[in-house]
């Protein structure tokens, strides 16, 4: 929930204080940053250098307070081509030292005037590698970010923190989803054609798929198998989105359904949860999650290591030193985190299904699984060629 008032950024972050208050009773103090008035939220941080017009446009994010690790934020200012999403969705924002004058030739405006206009409250000029190292090892929690008027007694405003709900239990996807179907077309020579279920899309993947000649039908997160099947796809891609995959039990169904026609099936994030749900593997919620464009993770099929981009408070529990049987036969996991043995990926052995835990559209970067889009392809390939031998 946020409450702001919008005005002149650099008329007011001169005098204007702030106050960010941890549920376990942290405060930090600071100057008002974005819009002025109070927002709560998950307080997570994220560690990418750049990229942070994409960060805050993740659906992702939804009911988030993000703090940003590099202490440099806004120094390119806001453009109109690289939002994710339709609006911001993070509850708000922490940086250390904003840029106080955008640099870039593409900049339309300043990330600070962006967040006033959005109404997105936050908080410059406090210590966020004191607020970094708390969060990792205390946890993400529950936070408020208060400036203006909306500043009160520190016992007053930790009891508005406390009374927040908690991340776990949240069922936010439907949130951020489209309401209505949309059509993204396949870029050049139309080869395949997929129905993407929004939990939360971001906007450049359906755009790398497009590349890969894929007519995308974006559907619903309320999408029925009859809507799914309606449009004769060649694969089905569930998506990223924001909350905890135990609250999903709609897409879950979904895609048992899907699984069950045994059409070709890849998903990424929360579609990695999903699925992980429906092969009949739990998920938990991690200590403070994956959030940046810098996280290793390998590739078991190959040996390879990616750097890669990530976003997620939730995790599969998937066994990693063998193949599960499952109601679709054999599963295994396909992808780790180097830093701490998460589960960052699964794929069916016996029909064509598969996902990974993070991004690899990575708006803003890094590129090196760019190539789980060519694998999806080469999925519907094959299973398009043997149904013509068929």
């Not at 409250?121 to 210590?127: A, E, F, N, R």
């Not at 464009?293 to 995790?315: L, S």
């Not at 701490?340 to 890094?366: C, K, R």
């Amino acid at each position: 929930m946020t409450t702001s008032t919008k005005g002149n950024a650099s008329q007011r972050k001169k005098v204007l204080p702030a106050v960010l208050v941890l549920e376990d009773g942290r405060i930090f103090r600071g100057r008002a940053y974005g819009a002025v008035g109070e927002t709560f939220g998950e307080a997570v941080f994220s560690t990418g250098m750049t990229g942070y017009q994409e960060t805050l446009t993740d659906p992702s994010y939804d009911r988030q307070i993000v703090v940003a690790t590099a202490p440099q934020i806004g120094n390119t200012g806001w453009n109109d081509e690289d939002d994710e999403s339709r609006r911001i969705w993070v509850s708000g924002y922490v940086v250390r030292d904003p840029a106080r004058v955008p640099s870039n030739w593409r900049a339309k405006r300043s990330l600070d005037d962006e967040l006033v206009a959005q109404g997105v409250v936050g908080i410059s000029g406090i210590d966020t590698r004191a607020l970094t190292r708390h969060l990792r090892e205390r946890g993400s929690m529950r936070a408020g970010v208060f400036s203006g008027d909306a500043i009160a007694p520190d016992a007053d405003l930790l009891a508005r923190v406390q009374a927040q709900p908690h991340m776990k239990g949240a069922s936010l996807y439907e949130e951020v989803a489209t309401t209505e179907a949309y059509v993204v077309p396949a870029i050049g020579e139309k080869r395949f054609t997929v129905a993407a279920i929004d939990l939360g899309i971001k906007g450049m993947t359906p755009h790398r798929m497009a590349e890969r000649g894929i007519e995308v039908h974006v559907l619903p997160a309320t999408a029925t198998p009859e809507d799914v099947y309606a449009v004769a796809p060649d694969g089905v891609f569930f998506s990223n989105g924001p909350g905890d995959p135990a609250t999903a039990d709609g897409p879950v169904a979904l895609m048992t359904a899907v699984l069950e026609r045994r059409t070709p099936l890849f998903g990424i994030c929360f579609g990695n949860q999903i699925l992980g749900r429906a092969l009949g593997f739990g998920t938990y919620k991690l200590k403070y999650g994956h959030r940046g464009i810098n996280q290793p993770v390998q590739d078991r099929t190959t040996g390879k290591v990616e750097v890669t981009a990530h976003n997620h408070g939730f995790a599969v529990d998937a066994p990693l030193d063998r193949v599960s049987e499952t109601p679709f036969g054999r599963a295994e996991v396909s992808h780790v985190c180097l830093n701490d043995n998460v589960v960052e990926g699964l794929q069916l052995l016996d029909q064509p299904a598969f996902s990974v835990q993070y991004h690899p559209e990575a708006a803003a970067g890094p590129h090196d699984a760019a190539y789980l889009f060519d694998r999806f392809t080469s999925l519907m390939s094959t299973v398009l060629m043997e149904g013509q031998r068929a």
